[in-house]
């Protein structure tokens, strides 16, 4: 397969990683355009009123498979936004979903703008116009298109989406399945704010279960002690940070944000840095490790694993001859370029893919969305039920055995799931799912050497299927 070597686009360097999977794949020509092809793009432009002056402000929606209803992706404002970045999104949206299993096309947004430069009341404005200008062109419904947060977008935003949808759709009972990652409050599920972060560490977590492929990336043991340089500590870097380092005992031991990076093979305490970086706008001046103002540099330090947590594009075809790590997790979307990519698997550096790895907030913004259509929150039909018949072994294990049993035990036999435990207990069970359906395909095809050309067959196979199963 001729594959370039330079100047791809974002969007064109989706499109080669899949290209490369189809290489693979005894796929019909036409079949495999119609997967790789946007279906739609809108693009709007409206007017606001800030500060007594009219503002136009210009946002994008692309979707890029309705094989599957609704279309899902996230909403980012960002002075990067552009429709090239919004259709590459879409597209990994479409193949995320597809291989971790959750029952969506695909689709991405965006607002150009950064949001740093309005207030509360502005940017509730701003949110506001652009859902209607959704809305009334069909991109935002709960039955056809759910936005989620993303870049420069929480659950203030979306609950502001959510609320504007409403108005304009009274008689809609399902409305609030018009966005995910809302305020638990305001029709959101917990779990859903970490979910990306904790699908990171779900999937190192499983990863480092397998340990003939750990060994082939030549690390061994348990995550541990492992030292982890991770690049942003916004949503997505911070909990996967903070959830490894607390409850796996992985050492970070290099953080990168836009304003530099911080350094400290001791480690590095995450919730005092990400604190620190909130209070003073970034990590220079932290106690806890040597401030290097060249953040991009950390990249290349040595370490075990390397968790690019931030935006596309952060290791290319420069870069990448100089990166030292064993293991890349890709928690953001696009972090390696094409170019980068094939360098890095030359160089026998193991890449765990974006669209797996990240897929975290996708699954559990499915179930928030499940929890929306049905009205009713997790757990709550089962969970006393649960609570009973954990005391009832409780006093069985107790009556055949004679003596008590220790509380620990008692504590976590009696007590019944809540809507967090099971939130959690899908996401792990969805990554990990779907990493060893990744690596089963790789020992079935061994000329397949990476995991990522592995993930996207995976994709292709069941988008190929349900674009055969209904005749086009």
Same mark, same amino acid.
Request: with cysteine; hydrophobic share 40%; proline share 4%.
């Given at each position: 397969?001729?594959?370039?070597?330079?100047?791809?686009?974002?969007?064109?360097?989706?499109?080669?990683?899949?290209?490369?999977?189809?290489?693979?794949?005894?796929?019909?020509? +036409?079949?495999?355009?119609?997967?790789?092809?946007?279906?739609?793009?809108?693009?709007?432009?409206?007017?606001?009123?800030?500060?007594?002056?009219?503002?136009?402000?210009? +946002?994008?929606?692309?979707?890029?498979?309705?094989? &599957?209803?609704?279309?899902?992706?996230?909403?980012?404002?960002?002075?990067?936004?552009?429709?090239?970045? /919004?259709?590459?999104? !879409?597209?990994?949206?479409?193949?995320?979903? !597809?291989?971790?299993?959750?029952?969506?096309?695909?689709?991405?947004? +965006?607002?150009?703008?950064?949001?740093?430069?309005?207030?509360? %009341?502005?940017?509730?404005?701003?949110?506001?116009?652009?859902?209607?200008?959704?809305?009334?062109?069909? $991109?935002?419904?709960?039955?056809?298109?759910?936005?989620?947060?993303?870049?420069? %977008?929480?659950?203030?935003?979306? !609950?502001?989406?959510?609320?504007?949808?409403?108005?304009?759709?009274?008689?809609?009972?399902?409305?609030?399945?018009?966005?995910?990652?809302?305020?638990?409050?305001?029709?959101?599920?917990?779990?859903?704010?970490?979910?990306?972060?904790?699908?990171?560490?779900?999937?190192?977590?499983?990863?480092?279960?397998?340990?003939?492929?750990?060994? @082939?990336?030549?690390?061994?043991?348990?995550?541990?002690?492992?030292?982890?340089?991770?690049?942003?500590?916004?949503?997505?870097?911070?909990? !996967?940070?903070?959830?490894?380092?607390?409850?796996?005992?992985?050492?970070?031991?290099?953080?990168?944000?836009?304003?530099?990076?911080?350094?400290?093979?001791?480690?590095?305490?995450?919730?005092?840095?990400?604190?620190?970086?909130? =209070?003073?706008?970034?990590?220079?001046?932290?106690?806890?490790?040597? $401030?290097?103002?060249?953040?991009?540099?950390?990249?290349?330090?040595?370490?075990?694993?390397?968790?690019?947590?931030?935006?596309?594009?952060?290791? %290319?075809?420069?870069?990448?001859?100089?990166?030292?790590?064993?293991?890349? @997790?890709?928690?953001?979307?696009?972090?390696?370029?094409?170019?980068?990519?094939?360098?890095? &698997?030359?160089?026998?550096?193991?890449?765990?893919?974006? @669209?797996?790895?990240?897929?975290?907030?996708?699954?559990?913004?499915?179930?928030?969305?499940? &929890?929306?259509?049905?009205?009713?929150? $997790?757990?709550?039909?089962?969970? &006393?039920?649960?609570?009973s018949r954990g005391r009832h072994i409780l006093a069985a294990l107790?009556?055949?055995?004679?003596?008590? /049993?220790?509380?620990?035990?008692?504590?976590?036999?009696?007590?019944?799931?809540?809507?967090?435990?099971?939130?959690?207990?899908?996401?792990?069970?969805?990554?990990?799912?779907?990493?060893?359906?990744?690596?089963? /395909?790789?020992?079935?095809?061994?000329?397949?050497?990476?995991?990522? %050309?592995?993930?996207?067959?995976?994709?292709?196979?069941?988008?190929?299927? =349900?674009?055969?199963?209904?005749?086009?």
């Open positions: 397969m001729n594959e370039p070597t330079t100047g791809l686009t974002f969007r064109q360097s989706v499109d080669h990683m899949v290209d490369r999977a189809l290489a693979y794949m005894d796929l019909e020509p +036409g079949i495999a355009n119609a997967i790789k092809s946007c279906t739609s793009v809108l693009q709007v432009s409206f007017p606001v009123e800030i500060r007594g002056k009219v503002e136009v402000f210009t +946002g994008w929606r692309a979707v890029h498979s309705i094989h &599957r209803l609704p279309a899902k992706g996230g909403l980012r404002y960002s002075e990067s936004v552009d429709q090239q970045e /919004v259709e590459a999104l !879409a597209a990994l949206m479409t193949y995320k979903c !597809a291989i971790v299993d959750v029952p969506f096309g695909g689709s991405k947004g +965006g607002l150009y703008i950064n949001p740093e430069n309005y207030s509360r %009341t502005e940017l509730k404005l701003i949110t506001r116009r652009f859902a209607r200008e959704l809305a009334s062109a069909g $991109f935002l419904s709960p039955s056809t298109n759910v936005p989620a947060p993303d870049m420069g %977008t929480g659950q203030r935003e979306m !609950a502001w989406i959510a609320d504007t949808y409403k108005h304009l759709n009274p008689e809609d009972i399902n409305a609030l399945a018009c966005v995910t990652g809302k305020p638990v409050a305001h029709g959101g599920v917990n779990g859903r704010t970490e979910a990306t972060g904790r699908g990171v560490q779900y999937s190192l977590q499983e990863f480092f279960r397998h340990k003939e492929e750990l060994r @082939a990336c030549g690390l061994e043991g348990e995550l541990e002690g492992k030292r982890i340089i991770i690049q942003g500590l916004g949503n997505v870097g911070y909990h !996967a940070a903070k959830f490894l380092s607390e409850e796996d005992g992985a050492k970070i031991i290099g953080i990168i944000v836009r304003d530099g990076a911080i350094v400290n093979e001791e480690g590095i305490h995450v919730e005092e840095a990400y604190y620190h970086r909130c =209070s003073h706008g970034g990590l220079k001046g932290f106690a806890g490790g040597q $401030f290097i103002e060249d953040g991009a540099s950390v990249l290349e330090h040595e370490c075990d694993i390397l968790i690019p947590a931030a935006m596309e594009s952060a290791i %290319t075809e420069s870069n990448a001859p100089n990166i030292h790590t064993n293991l890349i @997790a890709e928690a953001a979307n696009g972090p390696i370029t094409f170019e980068a990519d094939r360098i890095l &698997r030359s160089r026998g550096i193991t890449i765990l893919p974006d @669209a797996y790895v990240n897929a975290g907030g996708v699954v559990v913004s499915y179930f928030e969305w499940i &929890r929306n259509l049905s009205h009713m929150r $997790f757990g709550r039909i089962e969970r &006393r039920l649960d609570e107790e009556h055949t055995s004679g003596e008590k /049993v220790p509380d620990w035990i008692s504590d976590n036999l009696s007590r019944g799931a809540d809507e967090l435990d099971l939130v959690r207990s899908g996401l792990d069970d969805s990554m990990r799912l779907a990493l060893q359906e990744i690596i089963d /395909v790789r020992k079935r095809m061994p000329e397949i050497e990476d995991y990522r %050309t592995s993930a996207y067959i995976i994709a292709l196979q069941k988008l190929a299927r =349900s674009y055969i199963d209904i005749g086009v």
